[in-house]
T-cell receptor
Framework: NAGVTQTPKFRVLKTGQSMTLLCAQD?????MYWYRQDPGMGLRLIHY???????AKGEVPDGYNVSRLKKQNFLLGLESAAPSQTSVYFC???????????FGSGTRLTVV | DQQVKQNSPSLSVQEGRISILNCDYT??????FLWYKKYPAEGPTFLIS?????DKNEDGRFTVFLNKSAKHLSLHIVPSQPGDSAVYFC????????????FGPGTRLSVLP
């Protein structure tokens, strides 16, 4: 049982480049989330989805877009990467209200 | 301003002793709290939760205490084991609807053999 899988695990981008981070879960969870973790800041919610075809903004959505075309996948896109987006990105999923999160192992992104 | 604070970035404890990790919050509307544990190169894993209708919740060696008047919660680990060495995140939400948890910055616990 894979749980939540994030790809890639590491990536270095140049300023202005674009990329997509993929999150896949095999637990049939309704809710999916993208967080970023920065030193001293904890985990901050970027975007989330409460079901296939739905997305919503979290605390720090600027510079990111997301899509949830299939229930098991949640994509995070950076259209024009900036050094401020250097971070570790975590995807998570949950059954919904009243459920804890299952996190992926993270993607370390460096923008130079 | 951070709504969830973990003022100790790190904590060292001897194996077998008690570890106490603290968390303070500023939003009096928060009524559901969780603790997550994170090992290096892994995602956080759920540890224990508590809702505001309780002031204590236990799960094996882990106990979470909630003091609503002080807006403070703590995680006690007894006895501490070397495998408990990890970063611990406190998270809080208004209701438990699954999408609005606010995380603290984490405390790195080192349990020394």
């Amino acid at each position: 049982n894979a749980g939540v899988t994030q790809t890639p695990k590491f990536r270095v981008l140049k300023t202005g480049q674009s990329m997509t981070l993929l999150c896949a879960q095999d637990m049939n969870h309704e809710y999916m989330y993208w967080y970023r973790q920065d030193p001293g800041m904890g985990l901050r919610l970027i975007h989330y989805s409460v079901g296939e075809g739905t997305t919503a903004k979290g605390e720090v959505p600027d510079g990111y877009n997301v899509s949830r075309l299939k229930k098991q996948n949640f994509l995070l896109g950076l259209e024009s990467a900036a050094p401020s987006q250097t971070s570790v990105y975590f995807c998570a999923s949950s059954r919904g209200a009243g459920s804890g999160y299952t996190f992926g192992s993270g993607t370390r992104l460096t923008v130079v | 301003d951070q709504q969830v604070k973990q003022n100790s970035p790190s904590l060292s404890v001897q194996e077998g002793r008690i570890s106490i990790l603290n968390c303070d919050y500023t939003n009096s509307m928060f009524d559901y709290f969780l603790w997550y544990k994170k090992y290096p190169a892994e995602g956080p894993t759920f540890l224990i939760s508590i809702s505001s209708i309780k002031d204590k919740n236990e799960d094996g060696r882990f106990t979470v205490f909630l003091n609503k008047s002080a807006k403070h919660l703590s995680l006690h680990i007894v006895p501490s084991q070397p495998g408990d060495s990890a970063v611990y995140f406190c998270a809080a939400s208004v209701g438990n609807y699954g999408q609005n948890f606010v995380f603290g910055p984490g405390t790195r616990l080192s349990v020394l053999p």
